[in-house]
C-alpha cells in the first residue's frame, strides 16, 4: 500500500492521529504529575467545550475555538492561583462553569444540529486528512517546545528558587506549559474528546513513573504507554464495536492498575528473598 | 568592587513592613551571616538580594553577570518526580561524569551518585545542594539556613566543609540562620536582623574559652563560634531578640 492509500484509510487515520496524540500528551502529562497540575489540565480540557460553542456559533474552526479557550482558561486559572485563590475552588468553579456554559451556549445554536459526545468523548475514527495534519502538527509543535525548554523546565519544577537564581524566570516555564497545555487539548479534543483529555495525560505519565529512574526516561515511557494504549484501544473498539475514546482510556487504565499491582507483588517477592 | 549592594531596602506584603531602611553590601571573599528571629525578615531580605522578590522601596544591585551559588533551606522533591543524585547535579546546565564525579568528592559524598534524591539522608541531601551550587564556580555562595535540621555534629561538619570550600575557592558566603548566637566562626561580619538591622559586628572566637567549648561539644573543631549583640534599642511589643 503507497502512503496515499494509507491515510485513505480511516482507521490508520485514527491510529497515526491517536499515537500522534500520546507522543505529546506523554511528556507533558510528566510535567502535569510533576508539579501536581491534574485538575488544572482537567478543568482546561473541560473548558474547551465553550471553545466548541464558540467555533461553531462563529463558524471558526474547532482548533481555532478550542485552542483560545482552553489558553484563556489556563491563564485565567494561573492569573487567579498567583493572586492568592485557592487551586481546588479555583479550578472546581471555573472547570465546570466552562463545561455548564459550553453545554448550554451550544443548545443555543438553532442551525447546528451537534452530536455532543463526539466532543465530550472524541470521534477519532472521523479524523479526516486535514484533521491529521493538524493533530499531528499540533503534537509536534508540543513536543518540540517541552524538548526545547527541557532542562529550563525541569529545573524550575523542582525549585523556582533554584531556577530564579539559574537566571530562568519560572513565570515564563510556567506559560511554556500553559502554551502546551491549551495546543494538546485543542488537538486531543477529536482523539479523546474533553472529559478523557486529562487521563491521556495522567494515566500514561503515572503508569511510566512505576519503572522510570530519570525524568527523560519517564518522559519517552509515557509516550509509549500513551501509544500503545491508543493502538491496543483502538483495535479492541473495532473488534467489540466500544467507542474509541473511552476504549483507548479503559485500556491505559488496565495497563496502570497492572503493572501497580505487578510492582507491588514484585516487591514483597524480593522482601521475602532478602 | 561589590558583589552584591543594597540601599534602604523596605518590603511589605499588603500588611505592615517586613523590612525597613535596611543598606546591605558584601564583598568578594567575605563571610557574612544575618541571623535574626523567625519572622525577623531574613529570608526575605535574602530573596531581594537574589532578585526572587521585588523591594517596594530601594535598590538592590548586583555586579553584572555574578555567578550565584544558591544552597536552599529545603528542597522537596515530589515524589512522582524520578531525580538521580547525577541528573540533579545537571540542572540547569549538563555536566560531564567526570565533573559530577568531582564535586561529589568535594562535598564528601561520592557514594551517591546514582541515589535518587528522595533518598539521601538530611546531610547527604543538603551536600547534594552544596554541589550543585558549586558546579557553576560561584562568586557567592548563598546559604538559606543550610544546616537547618542538621544533628549538632552534622551542623558543624557542614560548617566546616563550607569553609574550607571558602578557602579553596575565594568566594564569597552570605549565609542566613535563625540562631541568634551560634554562627560561623569564620564570618567576618554579622547582621542582626528584626525587620531592620538591630546590631553587626564580628563574632568572638570561643575556642580559648572552657566553657562554650564545653556548650557546643567538641564536635565543632572550630566551626561555630558565638555573637555577642550589643543592642542600643528595645522593640516596642516584642522581646528584645537579643
Request: aromatic share 6%.
Given at each position: 500500500m503507497t502512503g496515499r492509500a494509507m491515510l485513505d484509510d480511516f482507521f490508520t487515520r485514527a491510529l497515526l492521529a491517536g499515537v500522534a496524540v500520546a507522543a505529546a500528551t506523554g511528556p507533558l502529562g510528566c510535567f502535569v504529575v510533576w508539579r501536581r497540575m491534574a485538575y488544572f489540565g482537567d478543568a482546561t480540557a473541560h473548558a474547551a467545550i465553550l471553545g466548541v460553542a464558540l467555533s461553531l456559533a462563529f463558524a471558526w474552526s474547532i482548533y481555532v475555538g478550542t485552542l483560545l479557550v482552553a489558553f484563556t482558561m489556563a491563564l485565567l486559572v494561573s492569573t487567579l492561583v498567583g493572586r492568592g485563590w485557592a487551586i481546588d475552588t479555583t479550578l472546581?468553579?471555573?472547570?465546570?462553569?466552562?463545561?455548564?456554559?459550553?453545554?448550554?451556549?451550544?443548545?443555543?445554536?438553532?442551525?447546528?444540529?451537534?452530536?455532543?459526545?463526539?466532543?465530550?468523548?472524541?470521534?477519532?475514527?472521523?479524523?479526516?486528512?486535514?484533521?491529521?495534519?493538524?493533530?499531528?502538527?499540533?503534537?509536534?509543535?508540543?513536543?518540540?517546545?517541552?524538548?526545547?525548554?527541557?532542562?529550563?523546565?525541569?529545573?524550575?519544577?523542582?525549585?523556582?528558587?533554584?531556577?530564579?537564581?539559574?537566571?530562568?524566570?519560572?513565570?515564563?516555564?510556567?506559560?511554556?506549559?500553559?502554551?502546551?497545555?491549551?495546543?494538546?487539548?485543542?488537538?486531543?479534543?477529536?482523539?479523546?474528546?474533553?472529559?478523557?483529555?486529562?487521563a491521556m495525560l495522567i494515566i500514561p505519565a503515572a503508569t511510566a513513573r512505576n519503572f522510570a529512574r530519570a525524568p527523560e526516561i519517564m518522559a519517552v515511557l509515557a509516550a509509549l504507554i500513551g501509544a500503545g494504549a491508543v493502538i491496543g484501544g483502538l483495535h479492541a473498539s473495532l473488534i467489540w464495536d466500544t467507542p474509541a475514546g473511552p476504549s483507548i482510556v479503559s485500556l491505559a487504565a488496565a495497563v496502570f492498575a497492572a503493572t501497580v499491582i505487578g510492582t507491588s507483588l514484585w516487591r514483597s517477592v524480593a522482601a521475602l528473598r532478602s | 568592587m561589590t558583589l552584591i549592594a543594597a540601599e534602604n531596602l523596605s518590603a511589605s506584603f499588603g500588611g505592615p513592613p517586613v523590612l525597613r531602611d535596611v543598606d546591605f553590601a558584601i564583598a568578594p571573599g567575605e563571610i557574612v551571616t544575618i541571623v535574626g528571629p523567625n519572622g525577623s525578615g531574613k529570608s526575605v531580605l535574602l530573596r531581594l538580594l537574589l532578585g526572587i522578590l521585588a523591594p517596594s522601596q530601594g535598590r538592590v544591585r548586583r555586579k553584572r553577570g555574578l555567578q550565584v551559588g544558591y544552597v536552599p533551606q529545603r528542597l522537596h522533591i515530589d515524589a512522582a518526580l524520578p531525580m538521580p543524585v547525577r541528573r540533579f547535579l545537571s540542572l540547569p546546565r549538563r555536566r560531564s561524569r567526570a565533573e559530577i564525579a568531582q564535586v561529589l568528592d568535594r562535598v564528601g559524598v561520592p557514594h551517591v551518585v546514582d541515589q535518587q534524591m528522595t533518598t539521601l539522608s538530611g546531610g547527604q541531601f543538603q551536600r547534594v545542594l552544596l554541589a550543585r551550587a558549586l558546579l557553576s564556580e560561584p562568586e557567592i555562595l548563598v546559604l538559606d539556613e543550610a544546616a537547618q535540621g542538621l544533628d549538632q555534629p552534622g551542623i558543624a561538619a557542614f560548617y566546616r566543609l563550607i569553609d574550607a570550600v571558602h578557602r579553596e575557592l575565594g568566594c564569597a558566603v552570605l549565609s542566613v540562620s535563625h540562631d541568634l548566637h551560634v554562627v560561623m566562626s569564620a564570618s567576618d561580619r554579622v547582621i542582626c536582623l528584626n525587620g531592620h538591622i538591630c546590631c553587626q559586628g564580628a563574632p568572638s572566637v570561643v575556642s580559648s574559652a572552657p566553657e562554650y567549648r564545653a556548650l557546643f561539644g567538641i564536635g565543632t573543631e572550630g566551626a561555630l563560634a558565638l555573637y555577642q549583640h550589643s543592642h542600643d534599642h528595645g522593640h516596642d511589643g516584642a522581646r528584645d531578640a537579643g
Open positions: 472546581g468553579v471555573l472547570a465546570h462553569s466552562g463545561l455548564a456554559l459550553g453545554l448550554v451556549a451550544v443548545s443555543f445554536l438553532p442551525n447546528v444540529r451537534v452530536d455532543l459526545s463526539a466532543y465530550l468523548f472524541g470521534d477519532i475514527l472521523a479524523v479526516a486528512r486535514f484533521d491529521l495534519a493538524v493533530i499531528a502538527g499540533g503534537a509536534l509543535l508540543v513536543v518540540a517546545l517541552l524538548a526545547w525548554r527541557w532542562q529550563r523546565l525541569l529545573t524550575a519544577t523542582v525549585s523556582e528558587d533554584l531556577a530564579h537564581t539559574a537566571g530562568i524566570d519560572p513565570a515564563r516555564e510556567r506559560l511554556v506549559l500553559t502554551v502546551a497545555l491549551a495546543v494538546v487539548v485543542a488537538v486531543a479534543l477529536k482523539v479523546v474528546g474533553v472529559l478523557l483529555i486529562a | -
